[in-house]
């Protein structure tokens, strides 16, 4: 079902549930004014035949003196009928004996206990009382049919039905025409969009008049078409780059491997292009094992996140393996405020994660700086621990220190230096899928310092 359907429904539901309250509340409230005023009225009519009681009853041959009177009032209602009861359930008198002679003992006897009571008898309403002359007491009962309530209440029975059916006809109208005005910027957002994707990346929704809802969705969709955007260049620059390095070493270690085919050569030179093609090799399980890493960080790794891990450990590994891999680097380690308990330098975590974000970090501190050297610092308490990595290298600038963390960006000063862009996105994502913090300071030709905070 489509949306602007689900909200004509929505509105049709809500109106004709709010319309069809109120009906049936008036409604109910107009037929129980009705009845408490049909009630008064016999009420008032008991007491009325009660007032001429005393000096009808007692004699009997002026029992046609109250059965004139009552005759006599203009105000008489539909099939009205009084009768008179002594305190032994005895009929001693009937008016308009049209429907019924007698009334059942135990509402005759609730009357002699509340001394009123109001009741049902089929479609007739009664209402009995009980009077007490100075020589004896009666019950005296009037009842009568409210046909005048029941007509009304039939026709307005009918008048709301076909009111509710021209306002259900009404409200779906106007409800459908709600629905389609509101979706229309939606629709025209969906419309537009279908015309950027996938082709014309490069454009953008229009913008909504007033700050509003639909505004603030168009706003986001285009910050988001801003990142997608940015997206697809950087894996176009992505593809590009691992497309080269991946052709350089293919290409080396093919031309190596024929050349070494053409001519029977020494032992020495076959071992040189041995030497040659597992340098190229290499270079592609480097590039390879980063592709990895990077999946893995970007995939759900919390259960991984379970183990103590002890930071300066970790670095002394670290400086073991980026040492290690270039004989030409130099990692100087300096450690301050140090606590004396050990457990508060351990975080939480991935030991082989967090190693491989700090060697990425460390080996490029040693690569851009011309001196190869990097410089690890670590202080902890109990509170938090503060790893800092800086170099001597040739610094960034404030627009780079944006795009450095981003998937496969390199800087134009690092196009001759070799790497792939996908280090410090690893980097970044380790530290928040550690819950830690990572800034970045850096001034152009002194250097860059990158600082790693992780709060316990």
Same mark, same amino acid.
């Given at each position: 079902?489509?949306?602007?359907?689900?909200?004509?429904?929505?509105?049709?539901?809500?109106?004709?549930?709010?319309?069809?309250?109120?009906?049936?509340?008036?409604?109910?409230?107009?037929?129980?004014?009705?009845?408490?005023?049909?009630?008064?009225?016999?009420?008032?009519?008991?007491?009325?035949?009660?007032?001429?009681?005393?000096?009808?009853?007692?004699?009997?041959?002026?029992?046609?003196?109250?059965?004139?009177?009552?005759?006599?009032?203009?105000?008489?209602?539909?099939?009205?009928?009084?009768?008179?009861?002594?305190?032994?359930?005895?009929?001693?008198?009937?008016?308009?004996?049209?429907?019924?002679?007698?009334?059942?003992?135990?509402?005759?006897?609730?009357?002699?206990?509340?001394?009123?009571?109001?009741?049902?008898?089929?479609?007739?309403?009664?209402?009995?009382?009980?009077?007490?002359?100075?020589?004896?007491?009666?019950?005296?009962?009037?009842?009568?049919?409210?046909?005048?309530?029941?007509?009304?209440?039939?026709?307005?029975?009918?008048?709301?039905?076909?009111?509710?059916?021209?306002?259900?006809?009404?409200?779906?109208?106007?409800?459908?025409?709600?629905?389609?005005?509101?979706?229309?910027?939606?629709?025209?957002?969906?419309?537009? !969009? &279908? /015309?950027?994707?996938?082709?014309?990346?490069? @454009?953008?929704?229009? %913008?909504?008049?007033? $700050?509003?809802? +639909?505004?603030?969705?168009?706003?986001?969709?285009?910050?988001?078409?801003?990142?997608?955007?940015?997206?697809?260049?950087?894996?176009?620059?992505?593809?590009?780059?691992?497309?080269?390095?991946?052709?350089?070493?293919?290409?080396?270690?093919?031309?190596?491997?024929?050349?070494?085919?053409?001519?029977?050569?020494?032992?020495?030179?076959?071992?040189?292009?041995?030497?040659?093609?597992?340098?190229?090799?290499?270079?592609?399980?480097?590039?390879?094992?980063?592709?990895?890493? !990077? &999946? /893995?960080?970007?995939?759900?790794?919390?259960? @991984?996140?379970?183990? %103590?891990?002890?930071? $300066?450990?970790? +670095?002394?590994?670290?400086?073991?393996?980026?040492?290690?891999?270039?004989?030409?680097?130099?990692?100087?380690?300096?450690?301050?405020?140090?606590?004396?308990?050990?457990?508060?330098?351990?975080?939480?975590?991935?030991?082989?994660?967090?190693?491989?974000?700090?060697?990425?970090?460390?080996?490029?501190?040693?690569?851009?700086?011309?001196?190869?050297?990097?410089?690890?610092?670590?202080?902890?308490?109990?509170?938090?621990?503060?790893?800092?990595?800086?170099?001597?290298?040739?610094?960034?600038?404030?627009?780079?220190?944006?795009?450095?963390?981003?998937?496969?960006?390199?800087?134009?000063?690092?196009?001759?230096?070799?790497?792939?862009?996908?280090?410090?996105?690893?980097?970044?994502?380790?530290?928040?899928?550690?819950?830690?913090?990572?800034?970045?300071?850096?001034?152009?030709?002194?250097?860059?310092?990158?600082?790693?905070?992780?709060?316990?």
């Amino acid at each position: 079902m489509s949306l602007r359907k689900q909200q004509t429904l929505r509105f049709v539901a809500v109106v004709s549930g709010i319309l069809f309250t109120a009906l049936v509340s008036i409604y109910y409230f107009i037929a129980y004014f009705l009845d408490e005023n049909f009630f008064r009225r016999l009420n008032n009519r008991a007491e009325t035949v009660a007032n001429w009681l005393e000096q009808t009853i007692e004699n009997h041959e002026n029992i046609r003196l109250l059965e004139r009177l009552l005759k006599s009032r203009k105000d008489q209602m539909p099939s009205e009928e009084t009768l008179i009861y002594t305190l032994k359930n005895k009929l001693v008198f009937i008016f308009n004996n049209n429907v019924y002679e007698t009334i059942d003992t135990t509402r005759l006897e609730e009357i002699k206990l509340q001394g009123k009571s109001e009741f049902m008898v089929d479609d007739f309403k009664a209402v009995g009382i009980l009077y007490k002359t100075s020589t004896q007491s009666y019950i005296i009962i009037a009842l009568a049919r409210d046909e005048y309530a029941m007509i009304f209440l039939k026709q307005m029975r009918w008048m709301m039905l076909a009111l509710i059916a021209i306002s259900l006809f009404v409200v779906t109208i106007v409800g459908w025409v709600y629905a389609r005005k509101t979706m229309e910027p939606i629709e025209k957002i969906s419309q537009e !969009l &279908s /015309r950027i994707f996938p082709k014309n990346t490069n @454009l953008r929704l229009s %913008k909504f008049e007033g $700050d509003n809802e +639909i505004s603030q969705l168009s706003e986001t969709i285009n910050q988001l078409l801003n990142r997608v955007e940015e997206g697809i260049h950087l894996q176009q620059m992505f593809i590009a780059n691992v497309s080269h390095e991946l052709q350089n070493p293919l290409t080396s270690i093919s031309s190596q491997l024929e050349v070494s085919l053409l001519n029977e050569r020494t032992n020495a030179n076959y071992k040189h292009t041995i030497q040659s093609v597992l340098e190229d090799t290499t270079d592609l399980i480097e590039l390879v094992q980063n592709l990895l890493n !990077l &999946s /893995r960080a970007d995939g759900d790794i919390n259960h @991984l996140l379970v183990e %103590k891990v002890r930071i $300066d450990d970790i +670095i002394w590994e670290v400086h073991d393996m980026v040492t290690s891999n270039n004989a030409h680097y130099k990692v100087h380690i300096h450690f301050t405020a140090l606590p004396e308990d050990p457990e508060h330098l351990c975080v939480v975590g991935s030991d082989a994660l967090l190693k491989i974000a700090l060697f990425n970090l460390v080996e490029n501190a040693c690569k851009f700086s011309s001196d190869n050297e990097a410089f690890i610092s670590l202080s902890a308490s109990a509170k938090q621990k503060k790893i800092n990595i800086r170099d001597n290298g040739i610094g960034l600038s404030k627009e780079e220190i944006e795009k450095i963390f981003q998937p496969f960006y390199r800087s134009e000063k690092s196009a001759s230096i070799k790497g792939y862009g996908i280090g410090l996105s690893l980097v970044d994502r380790i530290v928040k899928i550690h819950k830690g913090k990572i800034e970045v300071n850096s001034k152009l030709n002194r250097g860059t310092n990158f600082t790693i905070t992780f709060d316990t």
